[in-house]
């Protein structure tokens, strides 16, 4: 090959909806913590093993809250999440039937073949619940132990470990090794590493950012679908017979997307000393109106998917059969006054991470990725190719083995010591350009809205369930509207919160009938319970359909549902 290298964005997105019920303050579902435990953890982990390879990361300022929220109730001991608080209850004997019925709901919610099954004695569990399940009646817990709930606690949050922990944690090791009869003092000890790695997460990430190892962005506070809040009809650009909401359009959503923008650029600074230059828009969801949105609002780069790159070039006319033709570079879009540069995933190397390498030996894996870049570079003329994978930086793991501990270690190790790749960040495109290295990005002189999965909105709106609950969201802004101002300041303000969290973008992701029926429940009711949420703090009484399931799922989407490919 020639002195030529390729330069090679990895992008890894963190994201959590806020899991939070703001009236009553506790966690209704577990994954931010544990999602902390296993997968932040270890993704810092492999980089602090590897000083020589370089990344950017997409954290949510919504998940960045909950983080340090997580770290706050660990020094004080007090835990608003109850799996945490039931792990650290000296009396297991006289919990509640509801608090027995959420330890076994919930502590066997893991990819059963990497999680739960090489561990002989969280098996066993499993297996005498499936015995007694059968025979209790009413909710009743009588053949269930206190030990049993015990084990049952330490041998979840085992398992939703990351791999660097069990590596070089003792505490872990020796709890994995003693496998059953775990006693208080145990289970004080599992949550002593808990606590520490929950308050350990931040300052891990901050490290990396300062040493210039890795670059991290911020995206708007909630996740919100920004061009959907702007125009609902922005659905239509890239599938023009979709059915839309009711609703018209969504009230103010103009400025509520530029308070979700505002709100993130100053939170990330707070907590990472720095501005982001640049945001993944919730679900790489894009619109020329979003975009220049970002722009004005002085974000420099932006990111989203291959397929609103093809759509877009479709639009205009222009070649978008060959990939290798106008995927590997950034482009310019301007709104005559402000410009902002946007890259486009590279889908098929995202998705082989996503969803393929998990099935191969990890020396494979890598060398076939390797393999696709540099045919890539061998065939990109007299052009620097920059090739953007991206994609979730917390679900893929817990269907490798190990986490992806082998996987994400030679992957590293390969990427950083190859003679013709270059691992780069967004903002180093961005400093190469200006300093001549680089061409200047290619005017793209529209652009099709859409996502990063498949290219259009069809995940978050366009099909019945979806759309019932955009128009409950523009029923309970409308009413918002009419009535906020008559609130004291402090009581406007928690409205503002729960309206910026109803407007998130996981509540659309998870209706439908392709999604696993337990998923879709936990997501319907807690949306409709936010909902419901933001009518009380307006003093006003929710609305009885509030009470009615929105969607009921029954499906069996890839990977649980909590990934997608970015093509079908």
């Not at 066997?108 to 969280?122: G, I, N, R, V």
């Not at 009646?137 to 939703?160: E, I, P, R, T």
Request: contains cysteine; negative net charge.
């Amino acid at each position: 090959m020639s002195d030529k290298k390729l330069l090679l964005n990895l992008y890894w997105h963190m994201h959590q909806p806020d899991y939070r019920d703001l009236v009553s303050g506790e966690y209704v579902l577990p994954w931010t913590y544990l999602h902390a435990l296993k997968d932040y953890s270890d993704m810092a982990y492999h980089l602090e093993q590897n000083s020589a390879a370089r990344v950017s990361f997409n954290f949510v300022p919504i998940l960045v809250e909950q983080l340090q929220d997580y770290a706050d109730q660990s020094r004080t001991g007090q835990w608003r999440d109850p799996l945490l608080r039931l792990l650290a209850s000296p009396d297991l004997d006289n919990i509640t039937d509801a608090e027995c019925q959420l330890i076994v709901d919930s502590c066997f919610k893991a990819h059963h073949e990497k999680m739960l099954s090489p561990f002989p004695h969280y098996q066993r569990l499993l297996k005498l619940y499936e015995q007694v399940a059968p025979i209790m009646q009413n909710g009743q817990f009588h053949y269930l132990s206190a030990q049993y709930k015990a084990d049952l606690l330490v041998w979840y949050h085992l398992a939703w470990t990351g791999e660097g922990l069990r590596r070089k944690h003792k505490t872990v090791q020796a709890l994995m090794q003693k496998g059953l009869l775990f006693t208080l003092k145990d289970r004080q000890a599992l949550l002593g590493v808990i606590s520490e790695t929950l308050q350990g997460i931040l300052p891990r990430y901050q490290a990396l950012l300062a040493k210039g190892q890795i670059e991290m962005s911020t995206t708007p506070y909630y996740h919100p679908i920004l061009p959907l809040l702007i125009d609902l009809k922005s659905t239509r650009d890239a599938m023009p017979e979709a059915p839309l909401p009711q609703s018209p359009s969504y009230p103010d959503g103009h400025t509520r997307a530029i308070a979700h923008v505002e709100a993130a650029q100053h939170y990330h600074e707070k907590i990472f000393g720095q501005k982001a230059t640049g945001m993944w828009p919730a679900e790489g969801a894009v619109s020329h109106a979003a975009l220049s949105l970002l722009a004005e609002q002085g974000v420099a780069w932006a990111a989203t998917g291959q397929g609103v790159l093809a759509n877009s070039l479709r639009k205009l006319g222009l070649a978008h059969e060959q990939a290798q033709d106008y995927l590997y570079q950034p482009y310019k879009i301007t709104n005559g006054q402000q410009d902002i540069v946007c890259f486009f995933r590279d889908d098929h190397l995202s998705d082989k991470i996503g969803f393929e390498y998990s099935k191969q030996y990890a020396s494979e894996a890598v060398h076939d990725f390797i393999q696709s870049l540099e045919h890539i570079l061998a065939h990109s003329g007299d052009d620097t190719p920059v090739v953007s994978v991206i994609l979730d930086g917390e679900n893929a793991w817990e269907y490798y083995p190990y986490n992806g501990y082998y996987f994400l270690q030679e992957f590293y190790q390969a990427l950083a010591s190859h003679a013709d790749i270059q691992m780069t960040t967004f903002s180093d495109i961005l400093a190469m350009q200006k300093a001549q290295q680089l061409s200047e990005p290619k005017l793209l002189h529209d652009i099709c809205a859409g996502s990063w999965v498949y290219g259009t909105f069809s995940t978050w709106i366009g099909e019945p369930a979806k759309n019932r609950a955009w128009d409950l969201l523009c029923e309970a802004k409308r009413q918002y509207d009419q009535h906020v101002h008559e609130l004291s300041a402090s009581a406007k303000e928690k409205c503002q919160q729960q309206l910026a969290l109803c407007e998130g973008s996981d509540w659309f992701w998870w209706f439908g009938d392709y999604n696993n029926a337990q998923s879709v429940q936990s997501f319907d009711q807690l949306y409709r319970r936010n909902l419901s949420n933001l009518y009380q703090l307006l003093g006003l009484t929710p609305p009885a359909h509030l009470s009615q399931p929105i969607s009921l799922g029954g499906g069996d989407a890839e990977n649980a549902g909590t990934m997608r490919r970015g093509q079908s």
